[in-house]
């Protein structure tokens, strides 16, 4: 269900990542080779990205395969950043919301991706989405799983809690209100990389001349790729990465 990518470092093209290595974003859209939940990622995707001088994060996203979109491949090319989220998609349930469903999800600084799928969606999550202000319902930006997800999350971040904590603590949760979920989340803020393993595969590449890539599965057959343990959290800087159990 779903493959993301996030990465913090020196200014690269969004394509070093995305588009150019052998099994880049674009080829797992329909060939992954980790994927253990679903075989082709073509119900949307997105990627985020932050401009120099600017701290709130510029997003494209479109409803279909990113192999269809005929302009990406040249966005990617020619724009650059220091730190980028991006994901292909592969719905849980079929919907009517479009882009508006396709990960990043935003908000502030941060860009936030749901890689899994939430068991017995929607009404496993009913009483935990009772914990949310009503106007935080309201206004989720559409009507799936990994919405809600982002919802508790930021609900905890705008709280207070540190990146960290705002994941561990919502995937125990929702975990706890929906055992069996996949619950592989990613966020950034443009200056580190935030995850959880939880129920899917996870890697992480630090780069030798600097950066971090956080990654459902590695871009290429390079020899520096690390997995992470399942029921882990993630926090990576560009040059330092700390795994902590979940």
Do not use: K
């Not at 269900?1 to 099994?23: D, I, T």
């Not at 971090?212 to 882990?232: K, L, M």
């Amino acid at each position: 269900m779903c493959r993301h990518v996030a990465y913090v470092g020196r200014r690269e093209a969004l394509g070093r990542f995305l588009v150019e290595p052998p099994h880049a974003l674009y080829r797992q859209s329909w060939a992954p080779r980790h994927q253990r939940y679903g075989t082709v990622n073509a119900d949307g995707f997105g990627v985020g990205w932050y401009a120099e001088g600017d701290l709130v994060p510029a997003r494209y996203r479109r409803a279909g395969p990113i192999w269809a979109d005929l302009s990406f491949a040249d966005l990617a090319r020619v724009v650059r950043t220091t730190a980028l989220l991006a994901a292909v998609r592969d719905a849980t349930l079929s919907g009517a919301d479009a882009e508006a469903a396709a990960a990043p999800f935003a908000a502030g600084t941060w860009l936030f991706s749901h890689n899994g799928t939430v068991r017995g969606w929607p009404g496993s999550l009913a009483a935990v989405s009772q914990t949310l202000p009503p106007e935080d319902l309201l206004s989720l930006e559409a009507r799936n799983d990994s919405a809600l997800v982002w919802a508790l999350v930021l609900a905890r971040l705008r709280g207070g809690d540190a990146e960290g904590q705002a994941l561990a603590d919502t995937v125990l949760e929702v975990a706890a209100a929906a055992p069996g979920s996949r619950l592989n989340l990613l966020l950034t803020n443009g200056h580190t990389i935030t995850a959880t393993a939880w129920g899917d595969t996870l890697w992480y590449l630090t780069r030798p001349g600097g950066g971090t890539v956080v990654a459902s599965e590695p871009y290429d057959d390079g020899p520096h790729w690390q997995q992470i343990p399942d029921r882990t959290l993630l926090t990576a800087h560009d040059t330092d990465v700390r795994l902590t159990p979940l």
